[in-house]
Every structure is written in C-alpha cells, then in structure tokens.
C-alpha cells in the first residue's frame, strides 16, 4: 500500500522544488564554461606571445599582454560562476550576468585585434546574459 504526501510535488522551477536547475540555468552554466576556457586560451596567447595579435590605431589599444590578463581573469571568473549556475548556488546568477556582461564588453573592445573570435565569443556571452535574465532559474 502506497501512502499519499500530505502536500503536493511542487514541478522543476518552482519555489521549493527538487532542486536541480532548468534549461535556462543548465544552458547559461554550460556556455559560461565553454566561454571561460575560450578567454582563459586567448589570455594565455596573448601573455606568452606578444606578437601573436596587432591593431593599427586603435581608442582601447592596450599591451598585448594587458589584454591576456584581462581575458584571463575573465575566462577564470566565467568559469568559477559557471560552475555555480550549474550547481545552483544562489549568488552565481548575478555574478555570471555581471562576468558575462564584462566579458561581451571586453571582447567587443578586443575585436579590432582578432575579430573572428571576438564576435562568437561576443555572441556566447550575449546568450548567457539572455539566458540568466529569463525569470527565475531554480
């Protein structure tokens, strides 16, 4: 004999649901931790190959290695709240929008130094963004 719960299953999404993350959440986690190696690697090349990208005249012209460190600090920080969208911690949703908007603005001022792949990486974090605005992830 089976017994009925004295309240009803709440439904993934819902407050007080089973726990694991939707599709949304599931998405923006996992593009952040696609998106994170891809500046962790660009932030390599540019600190231990100076010469690798030039811009000519350029407003955000920074060293190329400055660059490297900046995208490797980002590619970090999109990993560590990647990681936290996936295991649903609760601070991860803010920080992943504000790492992922810092890191669309900073490919976006990348591009004149590599363009083919500043703009899909721009994309990535543009859909991260997206994703982790839609309502309520958990």
């Known amino acids: 004999m ?3 719960p004295s309240r009803p299953e ?3 999404g819902e407050p ?3 726990g694991t993350i939707n599709g949304a959440a599931m998405f923006a986690g996992s593009m952040m931790m ?3 190696p891809l500046s962790i690697l660009m932030g390599a090349s540019g600190i231990a190959h100076d ?3 030039a811009a000519s005249r350029y407003s955000y012209r920074f060293d190329v290695t400055a660059w490297g460190w900046i995208h490797l600090v980002v590619g970090v920080a999109l990993v560590i709240a990647g990681l936290g969208v996936l295991t649903d911690q609760g601070w991860s949703r803010g920080v992943g929008i504000a790492v992922a908007a810092i890191s669309l603005v900073t490919q976006f001022m990348f591009v004149p130094y590599y ?3 500043a703009i899909p990486v721009m994309t990535l974090d543009l859909l991260i963004v997206f994703a982790l605005t839609r ?4």
Not at 135 to 138: F, H, I, P, T, V
């Open 2 to 4: 089976t017994t009925v």
């Open 10 to 12: 709440r439904g993934h």
């Open 16 to 18: 007080g649901g089973s």
């Open 34 to 36: 696609l998106s994170g």
């Open 51 to 53: 010469t690798l990208f």
């Open 115 to 117: 363009p083919l792949w």
């Open 135 to 138: 309502g309520r992830l958990s």
